[in-house]
């Protein structure tokens, strides 16, 4: 199944939104947190009282980063074509990123919670790209995670895949 349908059927099916909250399939929750010196903390990704969360330069070249390896691989991927070993490139290519923005952190407290929690599901996707099971379902939580990311964070010129 292509990937854009799939995101499509797996947020139908679980009758969500992406935008509304995301417990999406895969077992992974964005309640589970990465953290860098936070502790670990059980919150539901929410706007700020209804706008989108300002972040700061840092976390905007990050998922710049990460979008652009997905969007770059998602025509190959849809058609089947993409080599095991290019997912295991991928998942070494977002893990990079997510390493630069934990290191770069400047983000306020409560944009820096609601923030792992995207993060939370990048890095289970990267599991997903890096485990012997359907790379395609590490995949599809990134793409989740960066639909969520574009609901609930201001992101100048940010485009949903």
């Keep these: 199944m292509n990937i854009r349908r799939q995101l499509t059927?797996?947020?139908?099916?679980?009758?969500?939104?992406?935008?509304?909250?995301?417990?999406?399939?895969?077992?992974?929750?964005?309640a589970q947190t990465a953290t860098h010196d936070h502790g670990q903390t059980q919150l539901e990704l929410t706007l700020?009282?209804?706008?989108?969360?300002?972040?700061?330069?840092?976390?905007?070249?990050?998922?710049?980063?990460?979008?652009?390896?997905?969007?770059?691989?998602?025509p190959a991927i849809d058609a089947g074509t993409l080599p095991a070993a290019d997912y295991k490139a991928l998942a070494t290519e977002v893990q990079a990123q997510v390493d630069f923005m934990v290191q770069n952190c400047k983000l306020e407290p409560e944009v820096d919670e609601q923030f792992h929690l995207v993060l939370a599901q990048v890095l289970d996707g990267i599991s997903g790209l890096q485990g012997e099971a359907d790379p395609h379902e590490g995949v599809l939580l990134i793409v989740q995670a960066l639909e969520a990311y574009g609901t609930h964070f201001e992101h100048p010129n940010w485009q949903s895949l």
């Excluded at 059927?9 to 964005?30: E, F, H, R």
């Excluded at 330069?57 to 998922?63: E, L, P, S």
């Design 9 to 30: 059927v797996s947020a139908l099916g679980l009758g969500l939104g992406l935008g509304l909250g995301l417990g999406l399939g895969g077992g992974a929750t964005l």
């Design 48 to 74: 700020n009282a209804g706008a989108k969360w300002q972040g700061d330069d840092n976390m905007i070249k990050g998922m710049n980063g990460i979008h652009g390896a997905i969007a770059a691989r998602i």
